[in-house]
């Protein structure tokens, strides 16, 4: 039966939703169609027959009509506003499928950018690096590097002061280490870094080669779940257990990778306020655990 799944955004959302591919085309019983403003994040996957941009094609587009079946659901209109579900388990349960976090997990095909990447790296001479995200809440399509910036949610961006003295402590322990701010242009950037206007796949891509990386609750932290990169995410007004990917350091300024369900509060401003030398110390472990 042929299917078309309506996925909304933004960019994590549909990356959670590609980790429950597999197991729609095995139900199906045949590929998939996707509609989507992110036609990104699925293009090249091998179980998807057509992705479809919403951006610029109507309803009536005759791949769409020419379904058995369209399709939608919106997890954040659900149970999982309930605080417990992690977001693939809610997609799992609106959409009738088995989810395994064990097994289940979000997959970006990008390869064929490795090349970009490493023209990226040789014609800039950066050989050992790591990649930070400190803010986030834009969608880059149809983006205005005018406009002033406004998060959908500022509490889960990390103090433009903290991440100053982060990157900092980060530059005096590890001086060889380059440092990418992936963030829009229109973002706090960072004395210390390197910002490249490249897509956010290509992101994904150069994220393969880090040593590590920090982030808060964005884009950046849901690559790693494709990636299998391991980082530390700094948590504010959202929560790792619904979130997040427990590969990572996970923490907030109440709590560290143990979710403990009574200590937080999500619009507490304090959750973000991880000291930067705490920080500082994970990204050193897990630069050195990365080295052996």
């Known amino acids: 039966m042929l299917k078309t799944y309506v996925v909304e955004g933004g960019i994590g959302k549909c990356v959670a939703f590609s980790a429950l591919i597999p197991k729609l085309k095995e139900r199906d019983g045949e590929d998939i169609q996707i509609y989507t403003?992110?036609?990104?994040?699925?293009?090249?996957?091998?179980?998807?027959?057509?992705?479809?941009?919403q951006n610029t094609v109507p309803y009536q587009d005759e791949r769409i009509q020419a379904s058995d079946e369209i399709v939608f659901c919106e997890p954040y209109k659900s149970n999982f506003v309930k605080g417990e579900k992690h977001l693939i388990q809610a997609y799992a349960d609106l959409l009738g499928v088995e989810y395994d976090p064990k097994k289940d997990k979000p997959k970006l095909y990008t390869d064929q950018l490795k090349a970009d990447v490493d023209k990226l790296l040789s014609e800039n001479n950066i050989n050992k690096f790591i990649i930070v995200q400190f803010s986030g809440g834009q969608s880059p399509i149809n983006f205005n590097g005018q406009n002033q910036y406004m998060s959908i949610d500022p509490g889960r961006n990390y103090h433009p002061f903290l991440a100053s003295q982060l990157i900092h402590m980060i530059k005096q322990q590890h001086p060889d280490l380059t440092i990418f701010n992936f963030s829009l242009p229109n973002e706090p950037n960072y004395e210390g870094t390197v910002r490249p206007e490249i897509p956010f796949t290509v992101w994904h891509e150069l994220l393969k080669k880090a040593e590590t990386f920090v982030s808060i609750d964005s884009s950046l932290q849901h690559f790693s779940a494709s990636t299998g990169k391991k980082g530390v995410v700094l948590w504010g007004s959202t929560g790792w257990n619904q979130l997040g990917h427990s590969h990572n350091v996970n923490m907030n300024y109440f709590m560290k990778d143990k979710w403990e369900k009574e200590k937080f509060i999500p619009i507490d401003p304090r959750n973000l306020m991880v000291d930067p030398a705490t920080v500082a110390a994970e990204v050193t472990k897990l630069i050195k655990k990365d080295s052996k």
């Open 37 to 53: 403003p992110y036609i990104d994040v699925f293009s090249g996957n091998p179980d998807v027959k057509w992705v479809i941009d």
